[in-house]
């Protein structure tokens, strides 16, 4: 188990917001009494950086961001389980460029919707439980990786619909996992983290040939030679609670728990010793009010900033690449106080979306 590194102590972010941007309430949408868990945009394909979605009870819906606040409803999926409860979206794509939707939730079952034909492509039955995130990788928008309550993490071939590698099993999660992430430019890494209150780092490189063999296969997806990845290259015990949200930042993770913050951590591997290591904690994002777990923060395309809700409807969006960290903005509606889920933030970081438990969407834009 990784264990804290000493020397300097992390720079802890002042709550006082240096209110560097300025935001304003541009639109509300209300879907229904579902609660929203998760909205997302699509930062895989450049023609629809506009165009975000969301899932709640059976339902994935995708909408596009015009000019003036507006939101306009573009299509919606109601799957044929109506007791299904969608926890997480992901945009992908097929190795043709098709843009597809991967959305998860509480039967276990992946669905792959075409975005373009409205239909179903695939969907992928393997995990034991619910599934808690689905993570694209933008390296290859057709291969995702879907963490479950199972305790596993899945890779999944969205093209061919091969399980390709089951990260589980001797060194494997003990809890649900909440979150999963590739690594931006190490095709090989991901990271993972759950209710065993670790954050656990993968490689894929010794299995990258099935990687690259699932991409080729012909026969059936079932009879594809599904690897175990057993052992993680890293364990980190940064949080003492809950760990819902992780995500890369470079060759740094960021990794939220129930413990009202979001840490900036380096993993110091030991190479000749996969699982041990030093973690090297940076930076504490304060995030009061978020002590109740699956609440999850999210970055714009350049991961200049992050933006987290909590549970009172409140907002906090920080700078990424300041240090100490610096509050850009403290946003509230006197009309939002509803438990923000996920939020979503635009390309270029001016435009904030938030999906909330009472089934409301709302739009913040920059003040010019």
């Given at each position: 188990?990784?264990?804290?590194?000493?020397?300097?102590?992390?720079?802890?972010?002042?709550?006082?917001?240096?209110?560097?941007?300025?935001?304003?309430?541009?639109?509300?949408?209300?879907?229904?009494?579902?609660?929203?868990?998760?909205?997302?945009?699509?930062?895989?394909?450049?023609?629809?950086y506009d165009i975000f979605a969301t899932v709640g009870g059976n339902r994935v819906t995708v909408y596009r961001c015009l000019e003036g606040g507006l939101v306009a409803v573009l299509q919606a999926y109601v799957d044929e389980d109506k007791d299904e409860s969608f926890y997480t979206l992901s945009w992908a794509c097929d190795t043709d460029g098709t843009p597809f939707l991967v959305a998860g939730g509480s039967n276990g079952i992946i669905r792959v919707i075409n975005a373009g034909t409205e239909k179903i492509h695939k969907s992928f039955v393997g995990h034991g439980d619910s599934v808690n995130e689905v993570r694209t990788q933008a390296l290859k928008p057709s291969l995702v990786v879907s963490a479950s309550k199972d305790e596993s993490v899945r890779l999944w071939n969205l093209h061919t619909g091969i399980c390709i590698l089951i990260f589980a099993g001797a060194g494997g999660h003990r809890n649900e996992v909440l979150s999963v992430d590739f690594h931006p430019s190490d095709i090989y890494r991901i990271a993972s983290c759950g209710m065993d209150n670790t954050v656990k780092i993968w490689s894929m490189k010794e299995f990258w040939?099935?990687?690259?063999?699932?991409?080729?296969?012909?026969?059936?997806?079932?009879?594809?030679?599904?690897?175990?990845?057993?052992?993680?290259?890293?364990?980190?015990?940064?949080?003492?609670?809950?760990?819902?949200?992780?995500?890369?930042?470079?060759?740094?993770?960021?990794?939220?728990?129930?413990?009202?913050?979001?840490?900036?951590?380096?993993?110091?591997?030991?190479?000749?010793?996969?699982?041990?290591?030093?973690?090297?904690?940076?930076?504490?994002?304060?995030?009061?009010?978020?002590?109740?777990?699956?609440?999850?923060?999210?970055?714009?395309?350049?991961?200049?900033?992050?933006?987290?809700?909590?549970?009172?409807?409140?907002?906090?969006?920080?700078?990424?690449?300041?240090?100490?960290?610096?509050?850009?903005?403290?946003?509230s509606h006197a009309q939002c106080k509803s438990p923000i889920r996920q939020t979503a933030m635009s390309f270029d970081g001016s435009t904030i979306l938030t999906c909330c438990e009472d089934g409301s969407i709302w739009r913040w834009d920059t003040v010019s």
């Open positions: 188990m990784a264990k804290s590194g000493l020397g300097c102590e992390p720079a802890v972010g002042s709550l006082t917001a240096a209110r560097k941007r300025e935001y304003k309430v541009s639109n509300r949408v209300h879907e229904g009494k579902r609660p929203l868990y998760a909205i997302a945009f699509n930062f895989i394909d450049a023609r629809y040939t099935y990687v690259e063999k699932s991409f080729t296969w012909t026969d059936l997806p079932s009879k594809f030679p599904t690897k175990y990845v057993q052992f993680p290259v890293f364990i980190a015990s940064v949080h003492s609670n809950y760990v819902d949200c992780t995500r890369w930042l470079g060759d740094f993770v960021l990794s939220k728990s129930v413990d009202n913050e979001i840490v900036l951590w380096e993993p110091k591997t030991k190479e000749q010793n996969p699982g041990e290591g030093a973690v090297d904690i940076l930076q504490k994002y304060p995030v009061p009010e978020c002590d109740i777990w699956f609440i999850k923060f999210s970055c714009d395309f350049h991961y200049n900033a992050a933006a987290i809700g909590n549970r009172e409807g409140k907002i906090f969006i920080w700078e990424l690449q300041s240090s100490p960290p610096v509050l850009i903005a403290r946003l």
